[in-house]
């Protein structure tokens, strides 16, 4: 089974384009396991370290569960990557403890072999905060699960936070798609890469 991973900043359009790509690859005859952000709240865990293992645990999960299921692709709306992201973005600002620290970085890493297409979705922090309102009409803001959490969503933050996914990106080669592209093109270069990658491992 092949996982495929979209990571970025809020409001890229991650759930929309997991979505698209799972029907698509639907129609070419896979089976495809949506996996979405789990509705994990904050206020139910016991602190932020907590709160990190309940949503690790969460995704560990659901590839298992794929996977018993015969399923050819797993597509997560966030996953190991963008955990990492988050995790190291709390331990800079004194959130978690450096022991928790190093522990949940190990057992997020462990898992980075078998995502097969990890795929950063940039787009600009200033698009971020203008599509917010539109995400709640839609029904696609999940901010009430991070009740009483720091969201990072002032522009500042996102700043921070969007440099922090570009360094993942040239850390670990990262694939790219501009969010900011309409959402038709956007799927069409997500097929393209799933399909190349294919090709290339066919090929060996």
Not at 27 to 38: D, H, I, T
Not at 63 to 76: H, K, P, V
Not at 90 to 107: C, K, N, W
Not at 111 to 129: D, G, N, R
């Amino acid at each position: 089974m092949k996982t495929i991973e979209f990571l970025g900043l809020s409001r890229a359009g991650k759930t929309t384009q997991q979505e698209a790509l799972a029907r698509l690859l639907d129609s070419e005859g896979y089976r495809c396991a949506r996996v979405s952000r789990p509705p994990i709240r904050f206020s139910d865990c016991n602190g932020l370290e907590d709160f990190h293992i309940q949503l690790f645990g969460a995704f560990v999960r659901a590839r298992q569960s794929a996977e018993t299921a015969g399923c050819d692709f797993a597509i997560y709306e966030r996953g190991f990557y963008d955990r990492l992201v988050l995790l190291d973005a709390d331990a800079e600002q004194g959130l978690v403890s450096p022991t928790f620290y190093i522990g949940m970085h190990q057992r997020v890493t462990e898992q980075f072999p078998l995502v097969t297409y990890p795929i950063l979705f940039k787009l600009t922090p200033e698009t971020s905060l203008a599509r917010w309102d539109e995400q709640k009409r839609k029904g696609l803001d999940n901010s009430h699960l991070c009740a009483g959490l720091d969201m990072r969503d002032s522009l500042h933050e996102l700043k921070s936070l969007g440099e922090r996914y570009t360094e993942a990106q040239i850390k670990y080669g990262l694939l790219e798609v501009d969010s900011e592209l309409p959402q038709a093109e956007v799927v069409a270069r997500l097929s393209g890469f799933i399909k190349r990658a294919q090709l290339v491992e066919v090929s060996k």
